[in-house]
Structure formats: structure tokens, C-alpha cells
Nanobody, 124 residues
Framework: VQLQASGGGLVQTGGSLRLSCAASGRTFSSYAVGWFRQIPGKDRDFVASIDWSGGTAAYADSVKGRFTISRDDAKNTVYLQMNSLKPEDTAVYYC??????????????????WGQGTLVTVSS
């Protein structure tokens, strides 16, 4: 499976962006998908995850109430709607899929396939 993350860019504090993660090569409708982010020199941190049904999602405390993860299995795409963006949200955002589980997970090691990342820059 190949994952293509897109939608990153430069936005001012308080602005919004919507990231997309499109899968090809295999449908991921039965699997959980997550978003992580990474600053150079730092670990890749959990942002959000959604289970196979789209009925359950989990968020990092730092983004709760501002970010929303959703999925459109007809388009084989998962989205991350990011509102009220802050400078500390600046990072490269990666999507990942758990090909052997439909349950969401907070840990990066639960995900076997990763997209290439999309850069989000929030200016103050």
C-alpha cells in the first residue's frame, strides 16, 4: 500500500488546514489510520487516530478540540481537519496505517505503512 499525504502549507496563527492521506494499491477500509507529526531532531509524536469504522477516534491532548480526524472509505482517504492552529503545531505531518488491525493506537510502532509527510508551518 502506498500513502500520499497532502494539504500542508503556510498558515497564520488561528488559521485552518485540512490534510489528506490517500491510499493506493490496497483499500484500507478495514484498518485503523493515524496521523503523527515530527519536528527535526525530535521524536515522531502521535496526533490522532481513527478506527476502521470511523466511529472511534483518539487525539493527543495538545490537539483535542482543535483537530478532527475522519475517513472516506469510498475515496480511500483519511483527513485531518486542523483548526485554531498554533505555532507549536508546526511540523511535518505523517499518516500511517495499521494493516493488521482495525483499532486505533497511540504508538507509532503499531503502524506498518507510512506516507512521505507534508509540512505544516504556522506563523505567529
Amino acid at each position: 500500500v502506498q500513502l500520499q499525504a497532502s494539504g500542508g502549507g503556510l498558515v497564520q496563527t488561528g488559521g485552518s488546514l485540512r490534510l489528506s492521506c490517500a491510499a493506493s494499491g490496497r483499500t484500507f477500509s478495514s484498518y485503523a489510520v493515524g496521523w503523527f507529526r515530527q519536528i527535526p531532531g525530535k521524536d515522531r509524536d502521535f496526533v490522532a487516530s481513527i478506527d476502521w469504522s470511523g466511529g472511534t477516534a483518539a487525539y493527543a491532548d495538545s490537539v483535542k478540540g482543535r483537530f478532527t480526524i475522519s475517513r472516506d472509505d469510498a475515496k480511500n482517504t483519511v483527513y485531518l481537519q486542523m483548526n485554531s492552529l498554533k505555532p507549536e503545531d508546526t511540523a511535518v505531518y505523517y499518516c500511517a496505517v495499521r494493516l493488521y488491525s482495525g483499532s486505533y493506537s497511540y504508538t507509532r510502532y503499531a503502524y506498518g505503512y507510512w506516507g512521505q509527510g507534508t509540512l505544516v508551518t504556522v506563523s505567529s
